[in-house]
């Protein structure tokens, strides 16, 4: 492999909405590190996406989650059936919701928000938090903490950037070559800002990542 990195780019159509996501392939020495898989049902969409950047999709050994929303897990169990020894990754707080030991926060969130939904989005709202209630769990064999650091993507690592989720983590390249911000945040001209601010568990806490970003 002559790059550190390699970013499929995941294409679903809901009606006449598209949506792009961007799941991130890292080459270590020992390991080929997916961060994060899309939307459940997406296996063989990133698979083919992975084949299109000439890697094989057999061959990851890990799998990062960066938090637990569902177009960030939604394929995790897949990709465990998909390839057994896969190792899957996520922060110590962030574990407990995919492997279900811990209601999902975004579920929680769907439901309490549900009774002061106007009439004509509550049938969205409810399709929504079944979807949460149907993920298929996942458990994660290994926990991260800030400052963790791998020789992945030619050298990285774990930074916390809670608020998006309590627990959200994101990936940065020690020669500052790339950043993983997840959900974290977006770039605005040059600039980080939190992303989809709506989704946003806690506002006032997802300011501070955005700094340690910049
Ligand atoms: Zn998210």
New binding site residues.
């Given amino acids: 492999m002559n790059t550190p990195y390699e970013i499929p780019d995941l294409h679903y159509q809901f009606g006449e909405t598209e949506q792009h996501l961007f799941p991130t392939v890292l080459f270590g020495k020992n390991d080929i590190v997916l961060v994060d898989c899309g939307y459940p049902g997406s296996l063989f969409l990133l698979e083919e996406q992975l084949c299109a950047h000439a890697i094989d999709p057999g061959a990851l050994t890990k799998l990062v989650l960066t938090?637990q929303?569902d177009?960030?897990i939604g394929a995790a169990a897949e990709w465990k059936e998909r390839c057994p020894d896969l190792q899957i990754l996520a922060s110590c707080a962030e574990a407990p919701y995919p492997s279900g030991d811990r209601k999902d926060l975004r579920l929680q969130q769907g439901e309490a928000l549900q009774p002061q939904l106007p009439e004509e989005q509550r049938t969205f709202g409810e399709q929504s938090c079944e979807r949460y209630r149907n993920l298929n769990t996942i458990s994660v064999a290994f926990l991260l903490r800030d400052g963790d650091r791998f020789d992945w993507g030619d050298g990285c690592e774990i930074i916390a950037t809670p608020g998006?989720?309590p627990s959200h983590i994101s990936i940065r390249s020690l020669d500052n070559e790339y950043m993983i911000t997840?959900?974290a945040a977006v770039l605005e001209g040059r600039q980080p800002a939190i992303a989809n601010p709506e989704?946003c568990l806690d506002q006032k806490e997802a300011q501070h990542p955005l700094e340690r970003i910049a």
């Fill in positions: 938090h929303d177009d960030h998006h989720t997840g959900d989704f």
